[in-house]
């Protein structure tokens, strides 16, 4: 039986452009009052995922900056340090390698970017050398420490609700949720999910990105 859902949100909530669906909002709203633990985990930031949380109403903690923060009761925990992954980048960015977005004002755990003269695996191997990690998530590049993945987001939650994995459900479309797809989770894409994904996948719903979260809750409540 499924206890817990586990989304993405770029991709998976919303659609290309950013939207987010509102059939999902309302089956999100409509699951957590039949008892289901509804999370989030995104490389976004945490005062997007405040205001996701907030707006939206879901009520268990979620996680930003690929699980190296979580937000819940006004309170903001961080589990992975930032030096490391902010001097690479400094000195990235100034080398002309990588350039930063917008949301890193607000990081606290990781910086992302996106490539200028430099190939991917030249920053991975740059990360590497520093004991850091890279991820793709489909709209930026993250520059992450060790450990720090969706994986990491899923086993807090799996410890703070006392959860078995296959009482676990975890949906996302992009490599960064790869993470998360554990062996004996269950585990959901959206029609519009990466390949290398959907290849991992328990599940393909017929439907695309936050109407795949409709479509999967309205499931999950009918058991
Ligand atoms: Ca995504």
Redesign the pocket.
Known sequence: MIKLVLL?????LTDPGRLISTRAVVAIRKAQKDGIIVSLASGNVVPVMYGIKTFVGVKAPVFAENGGAMFQNDEISTFFPMDMPKKLFDRLESEGKLKGILSNRWRLTSMAYVLSGASPEEITAEAHKDGLVTVN???SWHLLNKGQDKGFALEKLKEAYSLDYDEILVM???Y??AAMFKENVIKVVPSNAEDSLKSMADHILKEKDGNGVAEILKKIRSF
């Open positions: 993405d949100v770029d991709g998976t998530s489909g709209y996302g479309d992009a960064n949720d």
